[in-house]
């Protein structure tokens, strides 16, 4: 798996007048929800038929009272969708089902769109016909942060390429064509809690023929909390990823015991050059965490329990 990123040049056309898109924000017990409306309220919607929804996923309606607030002064069609199961696949089939528009957007509740995001977006939907587009996604350190975090900058999210294409994709920034392959996809409930539904959504999607473009200038923004600024967070949000990867093999028919030995092998490399890059902060990390993902793939092929992230 490499880290090289397709990139499409961004189109300064405005999108067509009959464009609609639904943004979805799933949320679970956050306040920052009110921030990311927010900067949503403030994006430029030229020639775009907009409506919000929120799919609140906590067992109360913790969210329908902020929801409400925002709704007097919120310059789009708002829809506040209580979906209470504490499993983050329920959230966005939901969206998905009441979907009603040519596009479907999602964003994280706690990250903050930038006014041009969604134009970035429909222009390079428009200009490479693709059924999703992705944007990056950059992340915010406080001073307190470490600097080997800072610096190596572990948090930000780009899409990822092998083959020469991308393959699967995020949730955090997507704009999704509403073709009827994507309105009859769901995402898998049994990784509702533990994250990688979305990879294995949009894996599910490219193996269908979906095409997967890049929007370089669609930038959302997300701060670091402090939970996980820890080297733990990051080791087991890598471990899982692996494991996510590993279970994909599987259900692609790879063979076990060659697919094994290679994640094994990959590991064993990474983690030697933890060793041989000790003297540089970033770099060890960064190797290190390497070898933790293919540790995660040698797991996922052999069905090890994902730990849950989401919901508790």
Not at 6 to 31: E, K, L, M
Not at 212 to 218: D, N, V
Not at 277 to 284: L, R
Request: charge should be neutral; proline fraction near 5%.
């Amino acid at each position: 798996m490499t880290e090289a990123v397709a990139q499409v040049p961004p189109v300064d056309s405005p999108p067509a007048a009959s464009t609609s898109v639904d943004i979805c924000v799933c949320t679970f017990r956050r306040p920052h929800l009110a921030l990311t409306l927010g900067s949503i309220a403030a994006i430029d919607a030229t020639g775009a038929q907009i409506r919000v929804l929120v799919a609140d996923n906590d067992a109360v309606a913790t969210a329908a009272s902020l929801v409400e607030a925002q709704r007097a002064d919120f310059p789009f069609s708002l829809l506040y969708l209580h979906v209470p199961s504490a499993n983050i696949s329920l959230a966005r089939n939901a969206c998905l089902e009441h979907a009603d528009a040519d596009f479907v957007a999602f964003v994280d509740d706690d990250e903050l769109v930038s006014p041009s995001w969604l134009k970035a977006l429909l222009n390079t939907a428009r200009q490479t016909q693709a059924d999703v587009v992705l944007g990056p996604v950059r992340a915010f350190y406080e001073p307190s942060v470490p600097a080997w975090q800072r610096v190596g900058d572990f948090h930000s999210t780009l899409p990822v390429q092998t083959g020469g294409g991308i393959r699967t994709g995020y949730t955090c920034n997507v704009l999704l064509r509403c073709t009827a392959e994507v309105k009859s996809m769901r995402f898998d409930l049994g990784l509702g809690q533990t994250g990688g539904e979305d990879t294995e959504f949009f894996y599910r999607l490219t193996d269908a023929g979906g095409h997967i473009a890049f929007a370089p200038e669609a930038w959302v923004y997300e701060p670091v909390p402090a939970s996980r600024t820890g080297l733990g967070w990051l080791v087991r949000r890598r471990f899982r990823s692996g494991q996510t990867y590993g279970a994909r093999l599987l259900a692609t028919g790879e063979n076990r015991p060659r697919a094994v030995a290679l994640a094994s092998a990959k590991a064993a490399l990474c983690l030697g050059l933890t060793l041989a890059t000790a003297w540089s902060p970033i770099a060890w990390r960064k190797n290190l965490l390497r070898g933790v993902l293919h540790l995660g793939v040698v797991g996922g092929l052999f069905g090890t329990r994902q730990a849950r992230h989401y919901g508790a």
